[in-house]
């Protein structure tokens, strides 16, 4: 088939490479260590003073809503308005999320 290589081309220049990175929670814990812990402690014995919830009491929320915690993050609360994160970013924290002991 003449159009074959064509074809798989117009594949990969139509999509980009990014579309399918895979989720790195290393990459995940470092995001959430310097943008997220200045309002929400790691773990649930470390209540911040804001009342945020921790970040365990996070992934505990999205371990019982699968998927809560990625809409959440698409469409953050207004005082996180000043951290910006990528969908991979942001997928990248999911994934840390969920390696979090939520006990």
Not at 52 to 76: E, F, H, R, V, Y
Request: glycine residues 6%.
């Amino acid at each position: 088939m003449k159009f074959r290589p064509l074809f798989i081309t117009a594949i990969f220049v139509g999509f980009p490479l990014t579309a399918w990175a895979v989720p790195n929670p290393q990459a995940g814990e470092e995001i959430a260590l310097q943008s997220c812990t200045s309002c929400h402690a790691p773990m649930t014995a470390q209540r911040p003073a804001n009342g945020a919830p921790s970040l365990a009491d996070i992934a505990k929320q999205d371990k019982g809503k699968t998927g809560w915690t990625q809409a959440w993050m698409s469409n953050p609360h207004r005082m996180r308005a000043n951290v910006n994160l990528s969908k991979q970013q942001a997928d990248d924290v999911v994934a840390y999320l969920k390696l979090l002991p939520t006990g």
